[in-house]
């Protein structure tokens, strides 16, 4: 039997594969980024903003429930069964989104894209930490956020080109259909269990006991409420992942107000979550060395410089530059925060910890769609993007205050 080793050089290979599975979890999201909320307004006739953006209020709740019961399954069934089983729940997706006859119809399909986002994300993000251990854990999860959020960008990008030369149903989900063979085989076949190094580490780690490891009730509010990192962790993910529903649902339909078509669109939405991917090849790593406090606070304000410009903009290249200001803002802030709750909380209760913690980022995409839906209904898109961007500047503000630094470098 191999010798359970912490590392990404000794785990490179499973590492490797968690980040191709990754890739077409993110490409799932991505299906939706550019053309779901024409198809609200065009197809289904929604005039409404707050029932435009309704489908990812259905995503963020099922998602961030999801997710905190994918910490707490992983550690008890293991990370593979999990993983295995949000894909499975991610079958019926594509073929929902092509062929629905009713918003209805498309609300059910986000309910379990979201379901499947949270185990299937989760799971990846989870197994990556068990496998690279505390030296490179932002390296580990700025690969695993670039692979998922690269992968959002080519989708959407790839929709709205198909959306734009086919109509907008069935053809750009067809996508859909090899992204989910694709994940649940490669799961299936050649993921391998990590439980068993998260043992190994918990060896190594020494200080806590196992009869020392603290309830879920415990766990849940030291991540949420008493922890002073923790918790500011949580509620810098909440922010981001709002002002990243806000993007999602309002973008769109801001770019078609400023007669953008279809492709325009497309490549508009693919910008940001490039961005955003790409450069978590970067930021994960350089949180290692700098720490992530600074991080984080100053990648919240650039987030809110790239709404702003977005707003103020007139045209195409303005909205591509605060498109690539947010995805910038968003890969400064993004693996660090996964990265911080790793340096935080211990292997024998961190997945838990991380499910309480993508609980509350995930529930950020539904309080920021209902914020931005119902704001947009009575003061218009500016305002509610406005908004959004005073929130995220002073979620900065709050991790800058009340933090410290999650990193020790060794004297």
């Not at 780690?205 to 923790?230: C, S, Y």
């Amino acid at each position: 039997m191999t010798a359970v080793r912490l590392g990404l050089r000794e785990n490179v290979w499973q590492f490797s594969l968690l980040v191709v599975v990754n890739a077409f979890v993110g490409a799932m999201v991505g299906l939706e980024r550019s053309i779901l909320p024409p198809i609200a307004e065009q197809e289904f006739n929604l005039v409404a903003k707050t029932a435009v953006l309704s489908f990812i209020v259905v995503f963020g709740i099922t998602k961030a429930l999801t997710n905190y019961l994918a910490g707490r399954l992983s550690d008890r069934f293991g990370r593979k069964h999990v993983l295995v089983a949000g894909w499975l729940v991610a079958v019926p997706v594509p073929f929902l989104l092509m062929w629905a006859p009713s918003w209805t119809w498309v609300l059910v399909a986000n309910a379990l894209l979201g379901v499947s986002q949270g185990l299937t994300w989760s799971t990846t993000v989870i197994m990556k930490i068990d496998l690279a251990g505390p030296k490179s854990r932002g390296l580990a999860m700025g690969l695993n956020e670039f692979a998922g959020y690269f992968a959002v960008a080519v989708s959407a990008l790839a929709t709205g080109y198909i959306a734009g030369q086919y109509g907008l149903r069935p053809e750009p989900f067809y996508l859909g259909i090899a992204f989910v063979m694709a994940g649940l085989l490669l799961s299936t076949l050649l993921v391998r269990e990590t439980a068993q190094h998260v043992v190994h580490e918990s060896k190594l780690h020494g200080e806590l006991a196992a009869h020392q490891v603290p309830g879920q009730r415990e766990i849940f509010w030291r991540t949420t409420l008493t922890d002073r990192n923790l918790s500011s962790v949580s509620q810098a993910g909440l922010v981001n992942n709002l002002n990243d529903g806000m993007a999602w649902g309002l973008f769109p339909l801001f770019f078609v107000a400023a007669n953008m078509n279809l492709k325009q669109i497309g490549t508009l939405a693919a910008i940001y979550p490039a961005t955003w991917g790409i450069g978590q090849l970067f930021t994960g790593a350089w949180s290692d060395r700098v720490g992530r406090k600074w991080l984080i606070a100053s990648g919240m304000w650039v987030q809110a410089i790239g709404i702003a410009v977005v707003i103020m903009a007139g045209g195409f290249a303005g909205f591509a530059v605060g498109g690539a200001l947010l995805g910038i803002g968003t890969a400064m802030v993004y693996p660090t925060l996964l990265a911080a709750i790793g340096d935080v909380a211990h292997p024998s209760w961190r997945a838990s910890s991380v499910g309480v913690y993508r609980l509350w980022r995930d529930l950020g995409y539904a309080i920021g769609a209902l914020l931005a839906g119902v704001i947009a209904d009575a003061l218009g898109l500016p305002a509610a993007m406005g908004v959004v961007a005073a929130i995220t500047i002073a979620s900065g503000v709050v991790v800058a205050l009340r933090m410290t630094e999650t990193v020790r470098h060794p004297k």
